[in-house]
C-alpha cells in the first residue's frame, strides 16, 4: 500500500524532520544548565546584550518599540509587540498589552529558543515596559512546561539609582515591579551600589554596559564553575538548582583574595563579597548557599 493512500502529511515532505530555520544556535557559553535568555523592555534588552556578546546566544529581547533595542543586535534575536510603540512608563498598559500579546511571545519562544530548561527573565525598574515583565509569568511558565524543561524562571530585575528614583514614575515602576517578583525566584541588581562601584573608573557612558558586562560575566562564572569536578568537593548543576529554585532573593557576589593567609578568612571572603556585590546585601540567614573557592594547584597543596 502507497503511503499516500494513507494521507499522511510526510508523504507531502511538510514535516522533514530538518532543524526549524528560525531556532537560534546554541549557547557556546559554557553552563552546566541549559538556559535561554529573555530582556524584556530598554534596560532589559540592553542587559540581554552582555549576554549574547559573551555566548549566549538564546537570547531574545521583547520591547513594545524598536527604538530602545540595542545597536548590532541581529533582527532574529528582536521580539517587538505588535500594535505599539512604547508605553511612555505606564505599567498598567504595559502589563495589559502584553496579557494581549502573549501568544507572541510564547510562540517566539519555541520557535526560537526552543527546548531550553532554564529562564533568565531580564528587566528594568522604572521603566514601563520593563516593569510589566511579570506579566508574562504565565506564558513564560507554560511554555518551560511545553518543552518539558526541568527549571524555573529566574528573574534578574534592577533597581534604579536615587537619583532616577526622584522622579515619582520610576520609584512606583520600580517598586511595582520588585512587588511582582517577590515570591518568585529573583536577583535584585542595585544601580546606586554599582555606579558607586564603578564611578572614577568608567566614564559616564560606558557606564552601564561595563556594569552590565561584569554582571553577566558573574553569573556565567557561576554557571561554568557548576561544571567542574574537584578532587576535593563538587558542585554541580542540581546544587546550583538548589540555589536557584528558591522563591525569594538570590544573592551573588564575587572577591579575589590575594594573601589567603590572612586570619578570619571566611568572614573577609563574605564581607568583601557583600561590599562589593552590585545585589543589595542580604538582611537576613540564607535558606541555602554556596561559595565556590577558586584556587591554584599550588595553593590546594599548600598546608
Given at each position: 500500500?502507497?503511503?499516500?493512500?494513507?494521507?499522511?502529511?510526510?508523504?507531502?515532505?511538510?514535516?522533514?524532520?530538518?532543524?526549524?530555520?528560525?531556532?537560534?544556535?546554541?549557547?557556546?557559553?559554557?553552563?552546566?544548565?541549559?538556559?535561554?535568555?529573555?530582556?524584556?523592555?530598554?534596560?532589559?534588552?540592553?542587559?540581554?546584550?552582555?549576554?549574547?556578546?559573551?555566548?549566549?546566544?538564546?537570547?531574545?529581547?521583547?520591547?513594545?518599540?524598536?527604538?530602545?533595542?540595542?545597536?548590532?543586535?541581529?533582527?532574529?534575536?528582536?521580539?517587538?509587540?505588535?500594535?505599539?510603540?512604547?508605553?511612555?512608563?505606564?505599567?498598567?498598559?504595559?502589563?495589559?498589552?502584553?496579557?494581549?500579546?502573549?501568544?507572541?511571545?510564547?510562540?517566539?519562544?519555541?520557535?526560537?529558543?526552543?527546548?531550553?530548561?532554564?529562564?533568565?527573565?531580564?528587566?528594568?525598574?522604572?521603566?514601563?515596559?520593563?516593569?510589566?515583565?511579570?506579566?508574562?509569568?504565565?506564558?513564560?511558565?507554560?511554555?518551560?512546561?511545553?518543552?518539558?524543561?526541568?527549571?524555573?524562571?529566574?528573574?534578574?530585575?534592577?533597581?534604579p539609582t536615587a537619583q532616577e528614583s526622584l522622579n515619582p514614575a520610576i520609584s512606583k515602576n520600580a517598586l511595582s515591579l520588585m512587588n511582582d517578583v517577590t515570591d518568585l525566584p529573583h536577583v535584585i541588581i542595585d544601580n546606586e551600589r554599582q555606579t558607586k562601584l564603578l564611578r572614577g573608573n568608567v566614564g559616564m557612558l560606558g557606564l552601564y554596559p561595563y556594569a552590565n558586562t561584569a554582571f553577566a560575566k558573574l553569573l556565567a562564572q557561576i554557571l561554568k564553575l557548576s561544571t567542574e569536578i574537584s578532587p576535593i568537593q563538587s558542585f554541580d548543576s542540581k546544587d546550583l538548582e538548589t540555589c536557584l529554585r528558591t522563591n525569594k532573593r538570590v544573592f551573588l557576589g564575587t572577591t579575589v583574595i590575594p594573601d589567603p593567609k590572612i586570619s578570619n578568612l571566611g568572614a573577609a571572603i563574605y564581607q568583601n563579597c557583600s561590599k562589593r556585590s552590585p545585589c543589595p546585601p542580604p538582611r537576613a540567614k540564607g535558606e541555602t548557599g554556596t561559595m565556590l573557592l577558586v584556587v591554584t594547584p599550588e595553593m590546594a597543596n599548600d598546608p
Open positions: 500500500v502507497a503511503v499516500e493512500d494513507f494521507g499522511f502529511i510526510e508523504g507531502f515532505g511538510i514535516m522533514g524532520g530538518g532543524e526549524d530555520e528560525d531556532l537560534l544556535p546554541d549557547n557556546t557559553a559554557i553552563s552546566s544548565l541549559n538556559v535561554g535568555i529573555v530582556g524584556v523592555g530598554g534596560a532589559g534588552n540592553k542587559m540581554a546584550k552582555a549576554f549574547m556578546d559573551i555566548g549566549f546566544s538564546k537570547t531574545l529581547l521583547v520591547n513594545t518599540t524598536g527604538k530602545d533595542i540595542p545597536k548590532g543586535v541581529k533582527e532574529e534575536h528582536v521580539v517587538l509587540i505588535p500594535d505599539s510603540d512604547g508605553i511612555g512608563k505606564d505599567v498598567s498598559l504595559g502589563k495589559s498589552i502584553f496579557k494581549s500579546n502573549g501568544a507572541v511571545v510564547e510562540d517566539a519562544l519555541r520557535t526560537k529558543l526552543g527546548n531550553v530548561d532554564w529562564l533568565l527573565v531580564l528587566a528594568g525598574g522604572g521603566g514601563g515596559t520593563g516593569s510589566s515583565a511579570v506579566a508574562l509569568q504565565e506564558v513564560f511558565q507554560r511554555y518551560l512546561k511545553s518543552v518539558e524543561a526541568g527549571g524555573e524562571v529566574l528573574y534578574v530585575v534592577s533597581w
